[in-house]
């Protein structure tokens, strides 16, 4: 089947840690025999806009055309007004391609959705919406809502990357986690002296985006330090996702506050990569590991009680690769 994967998030030459779920799902659609091309819907914008929103890192100058691992990249430009949804909506929807698909798949709803649903419509082709987070999160409470529940609802397949997703008759598919093999350790155990030694906490984002809270994981090493702790904090923003590992890899706990995610799928790969977790109940996290109040005291003694016990977990089933391939097959099957 030739696929056409709509998004609004991919990897960057300049910045190659974005969207790197949707380019795992590239992957994953091209292991299943399907021939897939990319199409990354990006707003037009000068390089000091960049500066308003990290993930936006890498757009202003991002070419024409790339290649991101085996799949081509084809990136159209939209103009995007806040203050005016109805002209975003109507220059996405004018985006068009030469090449022929038989089914579009999209990434996110606003905008790019009004161009894969475009795009489907002019080849009568069906098409699949991805929701991730950010679109009924936030979408839903702002100025975009209508719209955004009507692209949603006028998907032929509606699927949600977790349960607390679920809306308009969704289907539930998670993003697997993709962690290669040099990577995948046995849980960490601490060996230094309680309360007396350096920790490494490694907050898995990018400071500067809000909904991460990277006030509320400063707070908790300010309370652990006044425990007796020596505590270092390590934050990602573009790294590879090599080095990214490697930061698991050293680190002594992974520490999720954020007030708004999906998965957040950096706790799972934190923990393929054998580093304790302690997370607020945020995503689906409290589906498969107990989570903690968003309490610099309570995340604290949690921190305490991974490094003094260890933490036994084991990921469930449905985020390992066949299990969601399979879930896609079956997808696409009935499509």
Known sequence: MRILLVTRLFPLPDNVARGTFVADHAELLSSLGHEVQILNVLPRMMKINEARRSTMEGVAKAPKSFEHGDNKVKVKRHWEFPDFP?????????????????????????PAAYAAKSIAKRHGIPWIAVVHGHDFDVGLQDYRAKRIESLA??????????????????????????????????????????????IDILFPSDPRRP???????????????????????????????SMVW????????????STRESGPLVAKEAIICGCPVVGVDVGDMHEWMEVYPAQAEK???????????GQEITLPQKFDFEKVKTQWTSMLESM
């Open 299 to 309: 995340l604290a003694d949690a921190i305490e009680d991974r490094l003094a016990n």
């Open 246 to 257: 490697d930061r698991m890899l050293a680190a002594d706990i992974c520490l999720i506050t």
């Open 211 to 241: 909904e991460k809270n990277h006030i509320l994981a400063l707070r908790v090493g300010e309370e652990l330090e006044t425990r007796g702790w020596k505590v270092g904090i390590t934050t990602l923003k573009k790294q590879p996702r």
């Open 153 to 198: 609802r006028s998907a032929n397949r509606l699927v949600v990357v977790s349960n607390s997703l679920s809306r308009f008759d969704s289907t539930t598919i998670p993003c697997h986690v993709n962690v290669d093999e040099e990577w995948r350790k046995p849980m960490k155990k601490f060996k230094g002296l309680f309360r007396k030694s350096k």
């Open 86 to 110: 109805s002209i975003t909506a109507f220059s996405s929807s004018r985006i068009k391609t030469k090449w022929k698909p038989e089914l579009v798949i999209c990434h996110t709803l606003w």
